[in-house]
Antibody, heavy 117, light 107 residues
């Protein structure tokens, strides 16, 4: 069965970076892209970007351009999302999801990233 | 950036009733629109993609319609497990956005 398993919760100080992993199983990793979505406490969903697991092409949300980098490691079927220069308003649950933004069918369990001094 | 506006913000209905949720885009998104359901403490669940196609395993009581700028998610007869928050999402020119969500609550 398709599974996306994310890395554990993180606590970071303002200005630091965080890298969240998303290990895929149960399907051919390079056949689907990976989307990243975050959700601040009590708030709605925010799309962060998408990466093709086939060729590494990326599309990032304009508001995160320059601070976010998405990568994949096809040898381990793992996707990564790194966010730099963290601020308190980056505190959120971060999700990876299989597929394009307009139809992500399997989701990871979420990773809570807390940014606090 | 394309803005998606969902209405109503909250919908109060009883089990067995019909639910109609709206999502309006600030400009055309063709049919690149999805609907998700989210329950507290859980990841979103894909219901509808490409505006009107049900995702695998989604019950037939869920249906989507629309194209361009106006979209609708209809739940024909509410089951107790359907009370949740619903989000629409669009993708245009590889920039995606979500609506702010509609909370479907038990009346």
């Amino acid at each position: 069965q398709v599974q996306l398993v994310q890395s554990g919760a993180e606590v970071k100080k303002p200005g630091a970076s965080v890298k969240v992993s998303c290990k895929a199983s149960g399907y051919t990793f390079t056949s689907y892209g990976i989307s990243w979505v975050r959700q601040a406490p009590g708030q709605g969903l925010e799309w962060m970007g998408w990466i093709s697991a086939y060729n590494g092409n990326t599309n990032y949300a304009q508001k995160l351009q320059g601070r976010v980098t998405m990568t994949t490691d096809t040898s381990t079927s793992t996707a990564y999302m790194e966010l730099r220069s963290l601020r308190s308003d980056d505190t959120a649950v971060y999700y990876c999801a299989r597929g394009p933004p307009e139809g992500s069918d399997y989701w990871g369990q979420g990773t809570l990233v807390t940014v606090s001094s | 950036e394309i803005v998606l506006t969902q209405s109503p913000a909250t919908l109060s209905l009883s089990p067995g009733e019909r639910a109609t949720l709206s999502c309006r885009a600030s400009q055309s998104v063709s049919s690149y629109l999805a609907w998700y359901q989210q329950k507290p403490g859980q990841a979103p669940r894909l219901l509808i993609y490409d505006a009107s196609n049900r995702a695998t395993g989604i019950p037939a009581r869920f249906s989507g319609s629309g194209s361009g700028t106006d979209f609708t998610l209809t739940i024909s007869s509410l089951e107790p497990e359907d009370f949740a928050v619903y989000y629409c999402q669009q993708r245009s020119n590889w920039q995606a956005t979500f609506g702010q969500g509609t909370r479907l609550e038990i009346k």
